[in-house]
C-alpha cells in the first residue's frame, strides 16, 4: 500500500481528500501544525475504515516538513501522491501598502520553501514507485495578483512558476504535477467550490495527468 500525504489537513478540503483518495485505497498522511487536531481527525478516518496517522509539521519551518513526510513514509509506506494545500496565515491577506517585509518573507516560507522542501522529500520515493503525483491547490491570486492580498499575491505566484517549473522538469518521468485554482473561498455545498467536489477534481488530476492547471470556477474580477 502507498501513500497520500496532505500538507495542511484539515476538516475542510483536508478530510474531503482523505475520503476521496483513502476509498481507492491509499494509506493517508495527514500534516498540519496542531497534533491533536490531526489526530482526532485520523481516529475519526481510521473509524471509518481507513488508514490514517496524523503528524505535525509547520510548513515554515522546513525541517519539521520534511521529518513528517520521512516519518509517514517510514509509517505508512512511500508517498505516492502529494497534496499542498495547508490555508494561508491572515497576514499573508494585507493590502499591498500595509504589509512589511516580515510578512512577506512568511509568505514566501509558506508558499515556495514549503513546496520546495516537501517535493525534494517525496521525490525519491516516486520515482522508486514509479509514479507519482504532486498537487497544489490555490487561490486566484496565484495566476491574477490582487494589491487588497499582497503575501498571496507574490508567493503564490512565485508557487505557480515553481510548479511549471517543476512540470517542466519532470516531463519526461511518470510522475504528474497539477494544480488547482480555488478563486474565492471554499464554500460547503457549493456545486463547483465544495469540498467533495475539489477532492473529486483532484482525484481526476491525479488519474487522467493531462493537464497542469485547472480552475474551479472562472476568475473573480477584482477592484483596483
Not at 177 to 206: C, F, N, S, Y
Amino acid at each position: 500500500m502507498t501513500t497520500f500525504a496532505i500538507i495542511g489537513a484539515g476538516r475542510n478540503l483536508g478530510e474531503a481528500l482523505a475520503r476521496r483518495f483513502g476509498k481507492e485505497g491509499y494509506s493517508l498522511a495527514l500534516i498540519a501544525r496542531n497534533q491533536e487536531r490531526v489526530d482526532e481527525l485520523a481516529a475519526d478516518l481510521v473509524a471509518d475504515g481507513f488508514t490514517a496517522k496524523g503528524y505535525a509539521a509547520n510548513v515554515r519551518n522546513v525541517d519539521s516538513l520534511v521529518a513528517a513526510l520521512d516519518q509517514a513514509s517510514q509509517d505508512l509506506g512511500l508517498i505516492e501522491v502529494m497534496s499542498y494545500n495547508p490555508l494561508p496565515q491572515k497576514e499573508f491577506l494585507r493590502p499591498l501598502l500595509e504589509s512589511t517585509v516580515g510578512d512577506i518573507r512568511a509568505a514566501v516560507e509558506f508558499s515556495i520553501y514549503g513546496p520546495v522542501a516537501a517535493v525534494h522529500q517525496v521525490l525519491q520515493g516516486m520515482r522508486v514507485l514509479k509514479t507519482g503525483s504532486l498537487l497544489f491547490v490555490n487561490g486566484g491570486s496565484a495566476v491574477q495578483p490582487v494589491q487588497h492580498f499582497a503575501g498571496t499575491s507574490i508567493a503564490f505566484a512565485g508557487e505557480t512558476a515553481y510548479i511549471e517549473a517543476l512540470n517542466q522538469a519532470l516531463k519526461d518521468e511518470p510522475i504528474y504535477v497539477g494544480q488547482i485554482i480555488i478563486p474565492g473561498a471554499i464554500i460547503p455545498g457549493d456545486e463547483r467550490k465544495d469540498p467533495t467536489v475539489i477532492a473529486d477534481t483532484l482525484w481526476r488530476m491525479h488519474t487522467e495527468r493531462t493537464q497542469l492547471r485547472v480552475f474551479a470556477t472562472e476568475l473573480e474580477t477584482q477592484p483596483y
